[in-house]
């Protein structure tokens, strides 16, 4: 156990839909990642937050949005789903940059 | 943008032989990362490589960085069933602010 849990564990909805996902940190780590892993494919980095505040964005698409809130626990929000959305979204924490990262046990994403 | 890739894409071994997983970068690394997800499962931080030449050993595993920082590697001897799972690494650039992985390595053990 990572420390970091995520909600939900697996979500099925449909084309068109928005779904939020949330992430609470490990206790004390101020940065949270967040990645989409497609089936039998990488991580792709999708943005971080340090300490409440956003300080990179990778991959992500307009569609999606994220923020960490003041307790800092995160949520990932994901609208005008499409079939392609498709995957496993892992949210990750880490003390501080540079550190290890924690990731949490992801939520299954299905958009039918 | 910079681009992190990882060889074999997959490899099959039978228990007990060595296992060597490649990554390289189209620029050079900032810090390297090494994970291990097991099928179902998450990824797990291995180890983080710093300076040029590093070398550092968990058991079985020994990692390296490279002297140009441009490549990192992860030897595993013997390997075990329990070794199963895709390997990644990671770089984290924009001064720690947002990590590349490589698409992994995906290791298959026989019993």
């Known amino acids: 156990d990572s420390g970091v849990t995520q909600t939900p564990k697996h979500l099925i909805t449909a084309t068109g839909q928005r779904v939020t996902l949330r992430c609470s940190p490990r206790s004390g780590d101020l940065s949270v990642y967040w990645y989409q892993q497609s089936l039998d494919q990488g991580l792709q980095f999708l943005i971080h937050?340090?300490?409440?505040?956003?300080?990179a964005k990778g991959n992500i698409l307009e569609r999606f949005s994220a923020q960490q809130f003041p307790d800092l626990h995160s949520e990932l929000n994901l609208s005008s789903l499409e079939l392609g959305d498709s995957a496993l979204y892992f949210c990750?924490?880490?003390?501080?940059?540079?550190?290890?990262?924690?990731f949490g046990p992801g939520t299954r994403l299905t958009v039918l | 943008g910079q681009q992190v890739m990882q060889i074999p894409q997959y490899q099959h071994v039978q228990e007990g032989e060595d296992f060597t997983t490649y990554c390289n970068s189209s620029t050079t690394l900032s810090n390297i990362q090494w994970y291990k997800q097991r099928p179902g499962g998450h990824p797990v931080f291995l180890i983080q490589?710093?300076?040029?030449?590093e070398v550092k050993k968990q058991k079985r595993l020994t990692f390296q960085f490279g002297e140009a920082k441009k490549n990192s590697s992860l030897h595993i001897t013997a390997t075990q069933t329990t070794d199963v799972g895709t390997y990644f690494c990671?770089?984290?650039?924009?001064?720690?602010?947002?990590?590349?992985f490589g698409p992994g390595t995906r290791l298959s053990v026989l019993p």
């Open positions: 990671a770089d984290t650039n924009n001064y720690g602010q947002n990590f590349v």
């Open positions: 937050y340090y300490n409440g505040e956003e300080r």
């Open positions: 490589l710093v300076k040029s030449g």
């Open positions: 990750a924490s880490s003390l501080q940059l540079y550190n290890e990262q924690f």
